[in-house]
C-alpha cells in the first residue's frame, strides 16, 4: 500500500479530493497558516527551511541544551528513539510502529524516527508551514514516511492510532500548548509514547527575567521545570521521565495499557 493510502486511513475525515500537488497531504487553506508571531514568521520563511538542520537547529539547541555538556543532535535522536520504544538505525529487526511527528518542519526529527522502524512502519509528520514541508519532501527518500500540512492544535487523525508521537522545538510556539497536549494524548493508542523537547525557564531570577522579556517579543514561551510533565500526568501520562538541561527540557511519558 502506498505511504500516502497508509496516510489517509488515519484520518478522521477523509478529503473526496486529495490535495497531493506538493508533495505532501495539504488539509489546510491560505487563511490557516499560524499566527504571526517574530518565531512563526521565521518558521514560515523560505530562508530558514535551508539552514534549519545544518547550522540553526544544531547550533541554538545544543547551546541551550548546555553545549559541550549536553547531549548533540545525534545523541538527542537515539534517545528519542529508545524512549518511544523504537529499534536503533542499524538494527537488523526494527518494529512497524506507526509514528507521529508533530510541527515536523524539515523532516530532520521525523527521518531521524524513521530510521528505528521497520519498512512496514509508517512515520508522518505534520507541520503548517509550507517552506519547511518542501523542504522536508525534497530531503526525504524513505518510502515509509509521508507529510500533512495540518494544524497541531488539532490534528487531522482519528483517536489512538499512533504508537507513539513526539514533538520537538514546537511546544513553545503554540498559541495554545496545552490544546495540542490534548490532540496528541487523543491521537496515541494505550500503552503508546510521547517525547517532549521543549524549553525550560531558568530558576536564576535575573537571567529569567531578561528570558522571560525576550519570550514576550518573540512569541517563545517559557515552560517551567515541572510544568509540562505536570500537565502529561494531568492527562494520564505515566512512567514520566524529565531531563533538563540549562534552557530545554526532554520529556517521555507513556499512556497506561488498558
Not at 80 to 97: C, E, I, Q, T, Y
Not at 231 to 237: C, E, M, N
Amino acid at each position: 500500500m502506498a505511504v500516502v493510502e497508509r496516510v489517509l486511513g488515519l484520518l478522521r475525515e477523509v478529503p473526496e479530493v486529495p490535495d497531493l500537488g506538493a508533495g505532501y497531504l495539504n488539509l489546510l487553506g491560505p487563511a490557516d497558516e499560524p499566527a504571526p508571531t517574530v518565531a512563526q514568521r521565521a518558521m514560515q520563511s523560505a530562508f530558514l527551511p535551508q539552514i534549519y538542520e545544518k547550522v540553526w537547529r544544531p547550533i541554538g539547541f545544543n547551546v541551550a541544551k548546555g553545549w559541550p555538556f549536553g547531549p548533540d543532535t545525534a545523541q538527542e535522536n537515539d534517545l528519542a528513539r529508545r524512549r518511544l520504544g523504537l529499534g536503533r538505525p542499524g538494527d537488523l529487526a526494527k518494529p512497524a510502529a506507526t509514528v507521529l511527528d508533530v510541527a515536523c518542519g524539515p523532516g530532520n526529527v521525523t527521518r531521524a524516527l524513521a530510521a528505528g522502524t521497520g519498512e512496514d512502519g509508517l512515520v508522518v509528520g505534520i507541520d503548517a508551514s509550507v517552506s519547511m514541508l518542501r523542504r522536508a519532501v525534497e530531503d526525504t527518500h524513505d518510502k515509509h514516511v509521508g507529510y500533512v500540512r495540518g494544524n497541531a492544535r488539532d490534528l487531522p487523525f482519528r483517536d489512538g492510532v499512533f504508537d507513539a508521537v513526539s514533538c520537538f522545538g514546537a511546544l513553545y510556539l503554540f498559541d495554545d500548548p496545552w490544546a495540542a497536549v490534548d490532540s496528541m494524548t487523543r491521537v496515541l493508542r494505550p500503552g503508546g509514547h510521547l517525547v517532549i523537547l521543549t524549553t525550560r525557564a531558568p530558576r536564576l531570577p535575573l537571567a529569567g527575567q531578561a528570558l522571560t522579556s525576550a519570550s514576550q517579543l518573540t512569541g517563545i514561551r517559557l515552560f517551567g521545570h515541572d510544568e509540562v510533565a505536570a500537565a502529561l500526568r494531568a492527562r494520564g501520562f505515566k512512567g514520566i521521565r524529565l531531563r533538563p538541561y540549562p534552557l530545554m527540557q526532554f520529556v517521555s511519558a507513556q499512556l497506561p495499557a488498558r
